[in-house]
């Protein structure tokens, strides 16, 4: 019997060109994938590889050129395919961890199935979202992205307050949000009667929601609060327990 490993081994690794479209004979590999691709996963020349643009554009290639200093590959592609969307888009608006804590939400959320990170300013946040933070999480997002070959790259957006994320009035979009006291999954998905296809999650800080905040989450219509514990969790853990949730909502509402 084959092991895991074994037959992982054989899959291509994934690699992230953004200017890759359908039609094209060659690709070549940013400098940090390309790096990638020689000193970590060491691919030679003839090695195949899979690429992807982030739009749901998978790529078979061949590497038939490779340079050093600075490191170069160049692939031939063989075969392009489109892989379709998900029918129902998961968003995660959470409040921002502490240092390292946000690899860990970051990563695990993608590998869950996040299309779309909101970072959220609450009233009672520690750490504030800055700009100079964006290209620290898109590279954490990327390699949980080649990691579960996932086609579709998850987008960051600016900073905002649960005020202004509400105000999306869209009927289809699934409004969540983490609450000790809230409903059982069950109870949530029994409780959507018209279609959705889009799941916006929202959880907040260690301190939770302002009372300020709880009222405006209580006051939009159609937003439902979830339960992922009834202990006390940290942000990533309540994010990751959520984005678990919702990834068994989006099957039962597929």
Known sequence: MKTAQQTESKIPPLFI???FKAGQEHVS???LEAVHALR???LQI???IHVTNGTGL??????????SKPESVVARLLNTVQKPAASIKLTLATAVPKGERQSILLDMATQLGVNTFVPLDCDFSVVRFQDKMRDRWLRIIHSACKQTRQLYLPEVKSATTVGSLLQDSDQRVLFIYGDQRGESIYQVAEGIMSPVDHILLMTGPEGGFSDAEQAILSAHPGTRSLCAS???LRTETAAVALVT???QLKHQLS
């Open 40 to 42: 970590v996963r060491r």
């Open 245 to 247: 949730l919702a990834a």
């Open 29 to 31: 590999l940013s400098t």
């Open 17 to 19: 060109v953004e200017s």
């Open 46 to 48: 003839g090695s195949p």
């Open 58 to 67: 998978l790529g078979e290639a061949t590497i038939t050129s490779i340079g």
């Open 230 to 232: 009834d202990l006390i």
